[in-house]
């Protein structure tokens, strides 16, 4: 198969308890993980703001970021916002338009089922090519999670990431063209699609005004951050 890439060949394949124990509620406010925890020191503690989170508003529909994590744990160095906007081939704003079927990668004999989330970009933040996805739809791979041994299907179907990642959610993505990294680009997509990667720090998501890491829980310099705008923010400032 094509090389992986560098997040992603980090990634531990997560058995069926570990994909059942790494969905949160769907208040998507789930305590952070022991290896989160640990990395950690005193000083990011202390960096992040005393107040308190904004409260969802009442006409929000929760997010789910449990199903974003299906496809397992990371080993990584979680990067600072600004080191992320310089690594980024793209960095956006962007609203989840739907997620429908993908395609399915072989990772030593293994089947590694994928979906695609559909994104309309509503603001370009920067990036190396800040031009890329001329036509503002861009999509991301997102992996399903372990195959059952039982009934031969991935742990997370297609209906339970529509409910856990409602249409509508906001998103600040800093993601790289993956496309060559992917050996079995589905066939359904029009010819020249480009697929674009932010594991497993580059996905961020505002739950009902509260910004939450995709992929992993929000750490380091990530924590000063209670909301997409006070990102936002911290990424246009001089």
């Given at each position: 198969m094509a090389p992986l890439h560098a997040s992603r060949a980090r990634l531990t394949v997560a058995t069926a308890t570990t994909a059942v124990t790494a969905v949160l509620?769907?208040?998507?406010?789930?305590?952070?993980?022991?290896?989160a925890a640990d990395q950690r020191d005193s000083a990011e503690v202390s960096?992040?703001?005393?107040?308190?989170p904004p409260s969802p508003t009442a006409d929000c529909r929760p997010v789910d970021v449990g199903a974003l994590r299906a496809g397992g744990a990371y080993d990584y160095e979680p990067r600072t916002p600004a080191q992320a906007l310089a690594e980024s081939d793209l960095v956006v704003v962007a609203t989840?338009?739907?997620?429908v079927d993908g395609f399915e990668q072989r990772d030593d004999g293994d089947r590694v089922p994928?979906?695609?989330a559909e994104l309309s970009i509503t603001e370009r933040i920067g990036g190396r090519h800040p031009a890329a996805v001329p036509?503002?739809?861009?999509?991301?791979?997102?992996?399903?999670?372990?195959?059952?041994?039982?009934?031969?299907?991935?742990?997370?179907?297609?209906e339970r990431f529509r409910s856990a990642l409602p249409a509508g959610t906001r998103m600040l993505l800093?993601?790289?063209?993956?496309?060559a990294e992917y050996d079995s680009p589905p066939p359904t997509l029009p010819e020249g699609t480009r697929l674009y990667d932010g594991r497993p720090d580059g996905v961020l998501v505002d739950n009902c005004g509260v910004l939450v890491g995709g992929h992993d829980d929000l750490m380091g310099a990530w924590r000063s951050h209670?909301?997409?705008?006070?990102?936002?923010?911290?990424?246009?400032a001089p």
């Open positions: 509620t769907l208040t998507g406010c789930g305590t952070e993980s022991g290896r960096a992040a703001p005393a107040t308190t989840l338009v739907r997620i994928y979906l695609i036509d503002d739809l861009l999509r991301m791979p997102i992996p399903q999670g372990s195959i059952s041994v039982e009934s031969g299907e991935p742990s997370f179907d297609l800093f993601v790289n063209d993956a496309t209670r909301t997409l705008g006070d990102l936002r923010a911290d990424l246009a």
